[in-house]
């Protein structure tokens, strides 16, 4: 069959839209048969992602990542039905890199390739077979958190994606990566502040809750970093663990009542949805989690956050995407598909 049809084989899927090289094999019923990643560790020296390293480091890592995850999956590549990659939004490089490895592999098997919204792959990730008990059916309400996105999201059919609302200035990773770094931690700065949080007090600090109360779904953390910022300078030098504790769970709380004021609002806004979904790698952080929990308790929809390795950036949510696409016989040829830095999910073509 040629690459205009879809002949029921696997997906080999591509991530490379930020500082994660990751591939993925997952069969036609969403079964994982192998999925890497690699998080690109040339980036420590600068205390966050280089864009021109980070698609030099893609370009230098994807062929023999995509190589051995083949080799994981036990199939042979003319076993494949179709190879999908992220192709926006992201950082132009790192996509051009997946997207040509990609087509051209795709073009040499005679194969569909399927250029794959990366914001979609988030949203759908929690439809992967076995993963929610019973399936995640539309519609359900979405809150991605991650150091470059931070946004609520009406997933009402696949195609159809109602932004609510989202930061108007930083991500919620962003936020937590300023202020880890302000603390003197390392990057990324998420998980060593939850870390140091677990040993703080966060009613010590008392920080502001910016749009907290407001209507809409927007979001924003400036104010509330320049409010950390100021209360570290008003602190004895050298900052002592105590401090720094307190500080770092003040912080956390803050940005969880941030996130689920917002979240609440999003919810009254989709009265149709029984499921808040959160994904994105802040959705690792257990206080945030927990947070959201009770708010969905409260609101009487169920909440689910998928596995850590399938909320931050991974290759297996871009096979997914492309196999509800694929399931649905909605793939247009993505050989003449172009990356995209800007992707909105509300343009996906129905
Ligand atoms: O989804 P992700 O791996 O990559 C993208 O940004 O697309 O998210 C990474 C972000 C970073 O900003 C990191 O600091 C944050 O997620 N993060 C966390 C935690 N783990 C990762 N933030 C708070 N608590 C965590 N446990
Ligand atoms: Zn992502």
Redesign the pocket.
């Known amino acids: 069959m040629g690459r205009d049809g879809w002949n029921g084989g696997a997906v080999l899927a591509i991530e490379s839209?930020?500082?994660?090289t990751a591939c993925a094999v997952l069969a036609a019923d969403g079964a994982i048969l192998a999925e890497t990643v690699l998080s690109q560790q040339e980036h420590l020296p600068f205390g966050g992602v280089v864009p021109e390293i980070a698609a030099r480091a893609h370009l230098a890592h994807l062929p023999g990542l995509l190589t051995r995850t083949l080799r994981d999956s036990g199939l042979e590549a003319a076993a494949l039905g179709a190879v999908a990659a992220s192709a926006g939004p992201g950082l132009i490089g790192g996509l051009i890199v997946g997207s040509t490895l990609g087509k051209g592999l795709a073009l040499s098997l005679g194969i569909p390739f399927v250029a794959v919204n990366h914001l979609e792959a988030h949203a759908l990730t929690a439809r992967l077979p076995g993963l929610v008990p019973g399936g995640a059916p539309f519609p359900y309400l979405l809150l991605l958190?991650?150091?470059?996105?931070c946004q609520c999201v009406a997933v009402e059919a696949l195609g159809r994606y109602r932004r609510l609302g989202g930061t108007i200035d930083d991500?919620?990773?962003?936020a937590?990566?300023k202020v880890?770094k302000m603390l003197g931690l390392g990057w990324?700065?998420?998980?060593a502040?939850?870390r140091l949080a677990a040993r703080g007090d966060p009613a010590v600090h008392r920080l502001p809750r910016p749009l907290a109360g407001r209507p809409g779904c927007d979001f924003s953390f400036s104010g509330l970093k320049t409010a950390v910022a100021n209360r570290l300078a008003s602190l004895p030098a050298p900052l002592s663990q105590q401090d720094a504790a307190d500080l770092a769970a003040g912080f956390?709380h803050a940005v969880a009542d941030i996130l689920a004021d917002r979240v609440g609002n999003a919810l009254d806004a989709m009265p149709e949805a029984r499921l808040l979904v959160a994904a994105?790698?802040?959705a690792?952080?257990?206080t945030?989690r927990s947070r959201l929990t009770g708010l969905a308790d409260a609101s009487g929809v169920a909440f689910v956050a998928p596995p850590l390795r399938l909320?931050?950036?991974n290759a297996t949510m871009v096979a997914w995407a492309a196999l509800e696409h694929l399931r649905a016989g909605r793939y247009g040829d993505g050989l003449d598909a172009r990356p995209r830095p800007r992707w909105p999910l509300d343009e996906i073509a129905a």
């Open positions: 839209s930020c500082d994660e958190v991650s150091g470059g996105h991500a919620a990773g962003e937590f990566d880890a990324p700065g998420g998980p502040l939850e956390q994105g790698g802040v690792a952080n257990a945030i909320c931050t950036d």
